[in-house]
């Protein structure tokens, strides 16, 4: 019987996983604040460096000019939502791309990717039309 050593795997560091997204053909902004934008086929990503050297992407959207405009689900309709709140309808390549380019970043930095997130683009604001403030009232029994 053969005994192996387990080999110490060296955790490479947020800066070397930004090389690796270089490597894969992203563009890459170092910006001011540590955190790193990412850029390919008018996609983009903020991404950062998390808890225990993991990285993390803050933000994903399609590039409008210089701005990251992010996913918004509306109920009936995705919309881009620039950071100065203006709304853009959603095309069905744009949400194609950025679900590819999500899935792209994931395996760039090595991440985990979800089986929720990998069946679909997901959005993380929600707006729905027929919803707008939550009742305090409580609902009679």
């Known amino acids: 019987m053969f005994f192996r050593r387990e080999r110490q795997q060296k955790t490479p560091s947020f800066a070397d996983r930004v090389e690796l997204l270089k490597q894969a053909g992203f563009w890459a902004e170092a910006l001011a604040d540590g955190r790193v934008k990412v850029a390919k086929h ?12 993991e990285p993390a992407i803050d933000k994903a959207g399609v590039l409008v000019g210089s701005s990251i405009a992010v996913l918004l689900n509306a109920g009936y309709q995705m919309f881009l939502e620039l950071p100065n709140g203006a709304r853009l309808p959603a095309t069905a390549d744009q949400l194609q791309n950025l679900h590819q380019f999500e899935d792209d970043v994931k395996e760039a930095l090595g991440l985990a990717n979800l089986y929720n997130t990998s069946l679909g683009t997901v959005s993380r604001k929600h707006l729905y039309d027929r919803v707008r403030k939550p009742s305090l009232a409580k609902i009679p029994v």
């Open 42 to 53: 008018g996609i983009g990503a903020i991404v950062r460096d998390g808890a225990n050297n």
